[in-house]
């Protein structure tokens, strides 16, 4: 101990050991990195399994059962279900810390699987959704909004693992902010399969971020987050109705469906913009949307057939090459009406 603070003011010597208010780590444990993992994942421990499958709940409903996940102290918020808590901490402790398996457990739950739909009595008795009157409802994580989109078209890379890759990023963002001898000083865009990995492989630079990941309020990894917070601006509007990957994903799913046939038939228009919706949100559209959608199809199929200079430099966004089969006004008109799409509230949130 440092008297006072002061380097040169050494007290009595004291060693390495776990908070008194915890149980004690067993005497055979090392006093080391190693020690500490095994006190942590001892099914005694009263705070791992409970801390954890609170953000693994939070992740999925957009609150922890205790809403300040970063503080189980006696500052912090109290559990609004304490039992069930107290049930999915040992069940994940019982099932040798599965994290598949939990979630399985909660997304499978009455619970998760309920209509997100407000009621004017629901609106009453749990106008926050602390008692989980309804399914949660909230916008999707950055790297979710960017996958989802690339899912849709069919460009996810699925592997797992592997080095950082680096997407399409706005020119200039790392020189404008880099060192003059940095090795990040330039941005050097990756192609082929790199350009769909996954979010989680892209690679990161603290001082200027992906901007499509930051504007979606990705935090900056200079610290850790537990709970990252969730706005709602026009960028995020501009991101996912220009960025090249969100319209290039556009343009593969637009691709995608033209290719789709019904036997030897070509789908009609009606068959196609059923199967967005099923590709897009797992259902079918209802009359009147599939009524307004129909007629945006209509007006871009004009608006294209009219400006072919705008198809080409529509359809010349992104690196996947296309399908030189498909006339390149009805292939634009097809991924602006994708677009659109994945710009649907009910596309964005959960």
């Known amino acids: 101990v440092l008297l006072r603070g002061d380097y040169d003011k050494r007290g009595v010597e004291v060693g390495a050991q776990t908070p008194a208010v915890l149980p004690q780590m067993e005497p055979e444990l090392p006093k080391n990195r190693l020690g500490l993992a095994k006190w942590l994942v001892n099914p005694k421990h009263p705070l791992t399994a409970r801390v954890t499958v609170n953000r693994f709940w939070q992740e ?32 994940f402790v019982e099932k040798h810390w599965d994290v598949k398996d939990l979630f399985r457990t909660m997304v499978t739950s009455a619970t998760y699987r309920q209509s997100a739909v407000m009621t004017d009595q629901k609106k009453v008795a749990d106008p926050t959704n602390r008692l989980y009157s309804r399914g949660p409802r909230f916008r ?18 699925k592997e797992i693992g592997g080095p950082s890759v680096r997407p399409y990023q706005p020119i200039g963002v790392w020189e404008a902010v880099a060192m003059p001898n940095s090795d990040t000083r330039i941005y050097k865009e990756d192609a082929g399969e790199k350009l769909y990995r996954r979010s989680m492989y ?5 001082s200027a971020p992906p901007a499509s990941m930051e504007i979606f309020n990705a935090p900056s990894r200079e610290q850790c987050t537990v709970r990252r917070e969730r706005t709602n601006t026009p960028l995020q509007a501009l991101v996912t109705l220009n960025d090249p990957q969100l319209v290039e994903a556009a343009r593969a799913m637009a691709q995608r469906i033209l290719l789709v046939k019904d036997g030897d038939k070509e789908q ?17 559209w209802i009359g009147e949307e599939q009524a307004v959608i129909l007629a945006s199809l209509a007006d871009l199929r004009k608006h294209y057939a009219a400006s072919p200079s705008d198809a080409d430099a529509l359809l010349a966004v992104g690196n996947m090459p296309r399908e030189k089969t498909i006339p390149a006004a009805e292939h634009a008109a097809w991924t602006m009406l994708c677009n659109q799409l994945l710009n649907l509230d009910e596309v964005l949130c959960k």
């Open 268 to 284: 009609d228009d009606a068959q196609k913009i059923q199967a967005l919706g099923m590709l897009l949100l797992g259902r079918s």
């Open 140 to 157: 999707m994580d950055a790297e979710m909004v960017r996958d989802y989109g690339l899912a849709a078209g069919g460009l996810l890379v």
């Open 60 to 91: 999925l409903f957009g609150l922890g059962l205790v809403g300040s996940s970063g503080d189980f102290g006696v500052t912090g918020e109290t559990p609004t279900h304490p039992q069930l808590l107290d049930f999915l901490a040992i069940h």
């Open 202 to 206: 892209t690679f990161w630079k603290r």
